[in-house]
């Protein structure tokens, strides 16, 4: 949360270094490693798997968002995977309550 809040790269890069549960999951992802590696060269600082897993999430900066985005989608259709692939801004309110 810090590295998002101060915009330090080298933070998120390192937080999205996750050694628990993505090895061992994304070897079930078809094209995982080139849409990682897609998603990097084009300006990424990290990419996770979300949830429970039909989601990948790469986080990056809006200079490199385009890129990103063209990149992946370039990657998922190179591997023969038909995806979804946006951008997204990142909620700055938090989940709220309507009465």
């Known amino acids: 949360m810090r590295a998002l809040a101060t915009g330090d790269r080298d933070w998120l890069r390192c937080a999205l270094q996750d050694k628990i549960h993505q090895p061992y999951r994304r070897?079930?992802?078809?094209g995982y490693e080139a849409v990682q590696k897609a998603a990097m060269n084009a300006g990424a600082c990290g990419m996770v798997i979300s949830g429970a897993g039909p989601t990948l999430l790469a986080l990056?900066?809006?200079?490199?968002?385009?890129?990103?985005?063209?990149?992946?989608?370039?990657a998922w259709m190179d591997v023969g995977v038909k995806a979804d692939v946006r951008a997204i801004a990142i909620d700055t309110q938090g989940a709220q309550v309507s009465i």
Do not use: C, G, P, Q
């Open 27 to 30: 070897s079930l992802i078809r």
């Open 60 to 74: 990056t900066d809006v200079t490199n968002v385009d890129a990103v985005v063209r990149e992946m989608a370039t």
